[in-house]
């Protein structure tokens, strides 16, 4: 099945700063998810983003499917960002709606 | 808008115990899977469920089954539970992909935490 890798797993950033989350893939894909799992646990969908370039407010998302990488864009962060990102894509092109995870990128953004 | 409903939210059982979680998906989703997620890892997908049929089958343990029901509801029954089972727990629903513009999108419910003692 398809790897899903993410840089960094530690991101500190001081609020109001920007930062870049990168998620590699080690197949082509037809479903591109990236989540925020907050304090609580909740999963939250950001993006669903196969291919080219979405913004939601101060989050953005861009994949690049021929070469198998997508980045997330936060501005201007605020506390309430802090969590864990996860990238996700489909296990198998026979499994279309499994997905794998990548380890996650853990976000503290401090007051 | 609605979203997955899981339940419970929390649950503490004992080793060698039985524990059942239950799963409504989004109104007209016809796909519903369960996610499995330890402490400081990465959900990891147990299985899932397509017009009530099983789909997929991923690294769900033999201890474990799941049915999906006529109203759609799925169950995820862990029974003979270890100390190793606690974990949240993640019901997710979607609709197949020719039904939606925004593609194969998949929501999760807020997760059921299970604690075995």
């Known amino acids: 099945g398809i790897q899903v890798e993410q840089s960094p797993p530690d991101l500190i950033l001081q609020e109001g700063a920007n930062s870049t989350l990168r998620c590699n893939f080690s197949d082509s894909v037809n479903n591109l998810q990236w989540f925020h799992q907050n304090p609580w646990g909740q999963l939250i969908n950001l993006f669903y983003i196969p291919s080219g370039t979405k913004q939601n407010g101060r989050l953005s998302a861009t994949t690049v499917a021929t070469e198998r990488y997508s980045l997330l864009y936060i501005s201007s962060s605020q506390t309430t960002d802090s969590g864990v990102y996860f990238c996700a894509a489909p296990f198998s092109s026979g499994s279309a709606r499994q997905l794998t995870f990548g380890s996650g990128t853990q976000l503290t953004v401090l007051p | 808008a609605a979203g997955v409903i899981q339940s419970p939210r929390h649950l503490i059982k004992e080793k060698r115990e039985t524990a059942t979680l239950k799963c409504y998906p989004i109104?007209?989703?016809?796909?519903v899977y369960w996610y499995q997620q330890g402490p400081g890892q990465d959900p990891q997908f147990l299985i899932s469920f397509y017009e009530k049929m099983q789909s997929d089958k991923g690294s769900i343990p033999d201890r474990f089954s799941a049915q999906q029901f006529s109203d759609y509801h799925s169950e995820l029954n862990m029974s003979s539970l270890e100390l190793g089972d606690s974990a949240l727990y993640f019901c997710a629903s979607s609709l197949v992909e020719k039904f939606m513009s925004s593609g194969n999108t998949i929501y999760f419910g807020e997760g059921s935490w299970l604690t075995v003692v």
């Open positions: 109104p007209r989703h016809d796909t």
